[in-house]
């Protein structure tokens, strides 16, 4: 879907993520809204993305999916910023931090939640 998405092909990239979210797990189906909160933000679709990202939150902490449910909000302060709903985006981030885990593996991720705080214009974290 991404690859789809990428390319241009939005309805394409849409009708793969749709099929994911139709699937009743509920770690797929959180999968499948972050792929359309990624697909808006990347349409300029920010408000549907916050809100995809925000379903994805909900569902991967129901299926204990602690790195994926940082991810999502990663997303969500992504398209926060793009609103200009900076404060949002922080509460997002700050919730990224809380529940990614701690490991050396996340690394990656930590410096993307750096890199939204400073697109933020976060630069001081209390």
Do not use: W
Not at 98 to 103: A, L, Q, V
Request: proline share 4%; aromatic share 8%; hydrophobic share 40%.
């Amino acid at each position: 879907g991404v690859s789809l998405m990428r390319a241009g092909l939005f309805s394409d990239a849409r009708a793969v993520f749709e099929k994911r979210l139709a699937r009743p797990e509920p770690g797929n189906r959180g999968h499948a809204h972050r792929s359309l909160g990624h697909l808006e933000l990347y349409r300029g679709q920010f408000e549907l993305s916050a809100d995809h990202c925000r379903q994805a939150v909900t569902l991967h902490n129901a299926a204990g999916y602690p790195a994926s449910v940082a991810r999502d909000h990663i997303f969500e302060a992504y398209a926060e910023i793009a609103r200009g709903h900076i404060e949002d985006a922080a509460t997002a981030l700050s919730q990224a931090e809380e529940t990614m885990p701690s490991d050396a593996g996340s690394l990656p991720f930590h410096v993307n939640i750096a890199m939204a705080y400073l697109a933020a214009g976060k630069t001081h974290l209390q």
